[in-house]
């Protein structure tokens, strides 16, 4: 008579060491989902936009006189590309805006290393500082105009005063906000005045100055559309303008575009140079 084989269950130390395998697949997954979903979150709302703006198109919601359809700003798009019209005044935009903000920048740093230096300084500068800052960019645009006139000297004052006013801010900020540890230590060591500045005040200050580098490129930007708009005849802002002027406003809404796409796309690459930053600053500097 023979024996009928029974099987025997999986031991609960086999069960334990399968869970203890998939726990973690089960984590990593989970954690690549929220990676991609953290990574697809900014672009929803520029989606559902687009989304909107062509069902809105092509049920008639939205007038093409007042709101051309995506295809039609994706061909005008095409036309100035290949016409060399696109590329000609986003290279003439591009260099007004890196030459007002490389003067606006070096300027503000001079300015904010200043202050963060000296109390007395800051204590007779600043409030007027601050009392001028006040004024917008299109404030300075009649004085300026009977200074400097129309031409590329008006847009690189205007432009570079926009970059100046948080980069100024922003170094100020970062001179000042040095670990008093820090200081004493490098009082203790009989530091010079300049090695207090290059070992511990830098240091210390260069995430702030990149934040405030990257809101100075930022407000630059915003100063040298205006700036196009309302006096030039050649770069992004002028193509906004000829083409309101001509009621196209496939031309508008194409330039605006090229606008958004290339100061999204600075600001990143200063975003990650600032987080870069961060992560490479020594921890004795850091909070």
Sequence with gaps: MSETAIPLAPSSATS???DTHRL?????????LRHIAWRLAPWLLPAALLALWTIGCERGWIAP????????????FVELAQSGD???NTLISLQRVLVGFGVGTLVGLAIGAALGLSRTLEAYVLPGFNALV????LGWLPFLLLLVGVGEPLKYIL????ALVPVTLSTLQGFRQSPPHLEEVARGYGYTPWQRIVHVVLPAAVPTLATGVRLGFTKAWLALVVVELVASSEGLGYLIVYGRQLFQLDLVMAAVV???AIGFIVNRLLDSLEARLRR???SAFRE
């Design 16 to 18: 334990a060491a399968d």
């Design 24 to 32: 973690p697949k089960a984590r990593r997954s989970g954690e690549r």
């Design 65 to 76: 006189q007042i709101l051309p359809p995506p295809g039609r700003v994706y061909e005008t």
């Design 86 to 88: 696109l590329a000609r």
């Design 134 to 137: 006040q004024i917008p960019v």
């Design 159 to 162: 432009i570079a005063h926009a």
């Design 258 to 260: 090229v606008v958004g």
């Design 280 to 282: 490479g600053q020594p």
